[in-house]
């Protein structure tokens, strides 16, 4: 079977290419290694667990965010880099700005309140820790694409799994750090939630810290940049059409 991976190498006058290669195994990641050890060993790509537990192989087949060691591949798929983040080299992203942006929100516990956890509070949380930290769903935010001070998916995501935690002594201070270029420019697609391997919804995510900040007294930027002075030349309704 055949497969194009997409190359990129800043070193080289030809930066960007398009090669192909065949290769015997379906599983996209086996067959990159395929290639690394018997056709090109300069093809570039990551991966760490092999089972699509540690988020390192995230890549794009055909358009689409996919892990690699979790991906069947067909005839003439193309494999390319995450989008919206730069490229070290092939298929290797650089994730230093993403990792920023998590810490941006100061997501952690500072300070522990002393109120006692229960098996529901644990389930509250569950799926919002299960991120492998991918960034398959920053390569499809079409927010993130055009502005990279958008805190973005994974670490709105991770806000609120702090937010949602009994033992946050105070939820105000990530509430606070996402306020600006967070919660409020996301534009509620759900494109992020769609291609997340680990079935989290950071689209939902955002929309429930959107009801928790309006709770706790914060609100919309946007809406003070909105002109509320309509002027139709309106006369009124008349119910006799003239
Ligand atoms: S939220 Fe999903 S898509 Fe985004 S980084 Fe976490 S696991 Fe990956
Ligand atoms: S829902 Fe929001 S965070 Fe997710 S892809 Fe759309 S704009 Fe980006
Ligand atoms: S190698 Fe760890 S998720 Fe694919």
Request: aromatic share 8%; proline share 3%.
């Amino acid at each position: 079977m055949k497969i194009k991976i997409k190359r990129y190498n800043q070193e080289l006058i030809e930066k960007n290419s398009i090669d192909e290669f065949e290769v015997s195994n379906t599983n996209l990641l086996k067959a990159l290694i395929q290639i690394k050890q018997y056709n090109d060993s300069t093809l570039t790509f990551r991966c760490g667990c092999k089972s699509g537990v540690c988020g390192s192989c995230a890549v794009k087949v055909n358009g689409l965010e996919k892990l690699a060691c979790r991906t069947k591949i067909n005839q003439n798929d193309l494999i390319e880099p995450l989008s919206n983040i730069n490229i070290i080299k092939d298929l290797v992203i650089d994730v230093s700005h993403e990792t920023f942006l998590l810490d941006k929100v100061k997501s952690y516990i500072d300070i522990n309140s002393n109120k006692e956890i229960n098996q529901e509070d644990i389930e509250k949380i569950d799926l919002q820790s299960n991120c492998i930290l991918c960034n398959s769903c920053y390569s499809s935010c079409p927010i993130y694409s055009i502005n990279k001070d958008f805190i973005g998916p994974f670490a709105l995501t991770r806000a609120l799994r702090y937010v949602d935690d009994k033992k946050l002594k105070d939820k105000k201070e990530i509430l606070n750090n996402i306020q600006t270029n967070g919660i409020w420019d996301c534009t509620l697609c759900g494109t992020c939630s769609l291609v997340c391997p680990q079935s989290i919804d950071p689209k939902a995510d955002i929309l429930k810290l959107q009801n928790i900040s309006f709770q706790e007294g914060f609100s919309n930027p946007n809406l003070n940049n909105f002109d509320m002075n309509f002027d139709y030349e309106f006369d009124g309704f008349n119910p006799n059409g003239f």
